[in-house]
């Protein structure tokens, strides 16, 4: 039986073309019409990292660093430090040269606890009150428009500046619609959720925004949990619709475990850490981790209040005893991790449980606290490298200060493009809201970048306190 020739494609002169070159030319062309009609085209799968504090952060995010250009949420009940949090999280951009913008939509801050965790760098965060809903929305896009502007001007840094914007809380003020009918009515009534449907627009506008810029939205929200009495099943509700859910990179729950405790010469509270949602990795990873605060003297005669989540800490005591997994977890995980990492634990007396370990170089007769154990880890790429493959952690390029944004994607440059015709869209939307009643002009300037610190990571000099 005779063999069937295969059908070949040709070009106009008769070369061959594969049909993946078919396809290929098939999709530029549609792209270069789609571009000449400010058209979004083409897709970048690379993701770019913010650089974490300790290996316990990465192994929350499933990824060795912050995925940039997203959104995010931290969930929690009160008390549970999910402002601080969002501080924290901003600090990281100030550590790689950038800054950020708080917009205050609760009407009760605790600037104290905010400059404890920013180590009193007062220049880290720009921060602005917020009267409305509709306020914290337009001091967003505002400031968000006018960076971009300022970076992208003759003379000005580029897209090199890491830049995060936190919104504290989201859901924490009435719209002005519904503000407008209680001083008309002179009580509140039942109505259609105005904030919800808002939320909704805002929320499928703003991430187009962030599309090719080093920049980070993180919105603060209040968590209600509720179980049903014939089911059992738990119910997590966030206020704001499911706009607002769906368009987040992650969502942080928080809880505190218990009461914050009294030691000598500092308080510290248990606090969990899990994912409701992680776009970039596994969902419901939870850590543990202690937040710490102390006062001590920085000037003689001036005592300030100093604070630091203990994620180097974290770290070891996950190594160690699976510190924050679930007991079928930590049956399974812990075997795997003490494989790669040895870590052992001795009683140090005054100075409370110690730890050591072979693989770290840290002989017995050396153990020292978890939380300088855990600054050793960090100086061991080689260790990471292997717990990153044990807690499935992926390894994506870093951030790096001082290089543009998009030559840190390169072969992605429609990226570049996309990204100029937002600018363009956001400018038409920013104005129509200054003619309702916005900001108008903006003055703000772009932030300068900050020196890196000797010691990267640590909130002050050594481990602060001693431990219990």
Not at 166 to 179: F, P, Q, R, Y
């Amino acid at each position: 039986m005779a063999k069937r020739k295969k059908s070949e494609v040709t070009d106009a002169i008769g070369r061959t073309i594969s049909a993946d070159e078919v396809f290929r030319r098939s999709i530029q062309a549609v792209q270069e019409k789609m571009q000449k009609k400010g058209v979004l085209v083409g897709h970048n799968p690379n993701i770019t990292v913010l650089p974490v504090p300790a290996f316990i952060m990465r192994y929350l995010l499933q990824n060795t660093g912050l995925p940039m250009s997203c959104i995010y949420q931290v969930v929690g009940p009160q008390g549970c430090y999910k402002s601080t949090f969002a501080m924290e999280i901003l600090r990281w951009h100030r550590l790689c040269g950038g800054k950020g913008m708080l917009n205050e939509a609760e009407t009760k801050p605790t600037p104290e606890l905010r400059n404890s965790v920013l180590n009193w760098d007062i220049g880290a965060v720009d921060i602005e009150d917020c009267a409305t809903f509709e306020d914290w929305q337009r001091k967003t896009l505002a400031m968000t428009v006018e960076f971009q502007k300022n970076c992208e001007r003759e003379g000005g840094p580029g897209r090199t500046l890491p830049y995060c914007i936190v919104v504290d809380t989201l859901t924490g003020k009435a719209s002005e619609h519904t503000l407008k009918n209680i001083h008309k009515e002179g009580h509140a009534n039942l109505h259609f959720p105005v904030e919800a449907r808002q939320m909704a627009d805002f929320m499928r506008a703003y991430p187009q925004d962030l599309l090719g810029w080093p920049m980070t939205f993180i919105g603060v929200n209040h968590l209600k949990i509720a179980k049903d009495a014939k089911t059992g099943t738990v119910d997590y509700n966030i206020p704001g619709g499911w706009a607002l859910k769906f368009q987040c990179a992650a969502i942080f729950e928080m809880e505190r475990l218990g009461s914050i405790k009294d030691f000598s010469n500092y308080k510290a509270a248990l606090v969990k850490i899990s994912t409701l949602k992680n776009s970039y990795g596994a969902d419901n990873i939870r850590i543990n981790v202690r937040f710490k605060t102390w006062y001590q003297e920085d000037a003689p005669g001036v005592q300030r209040l100093h604070s630091r989540f203990e994620w180097w800490e974290a770290g070891i005591l996950f190594l160690a005893t699976g510190q924050g997994l679930t007991q079928a977890k930590q049956k399974t995980m812990v075997p795997k991790l003490r494989e790669v990492c040895d870590i052992h634990e001795k009683a140090g007396g005054s100075a409370g449980k110690l730890y050591w370990s072979k693989r770290l170089g840290v002989t017995s007769a050396d153990a020292m606290h978890a939380h300088d154990l855990g600054m050793q880890l960090e100086l061991r790429p080689d260790v990471l490298t292997d717990l990153y493959a044990v807690c499935e952690i992926t390894q994506q390029p870093y951030f790096r200060p001082g290089v543009d944004y998009l030559k840190q994607q390169e072969g992605y440059e429609h990226v570049g493009h996309q990204a100029d015709e937002v600018d363009v869209a956001v400018g038409r939307l920013q104005e129509l809201q200054e003619q309702q009643g916005g900001l108008g002009p903006a003055t703000t300037k772009y932030p300068q970048p900050v020196s890196q610190p000797d010691s990267e990571w640590p909130t002050s000099a050594g481990d602060g306190p001693g431990e219990p």
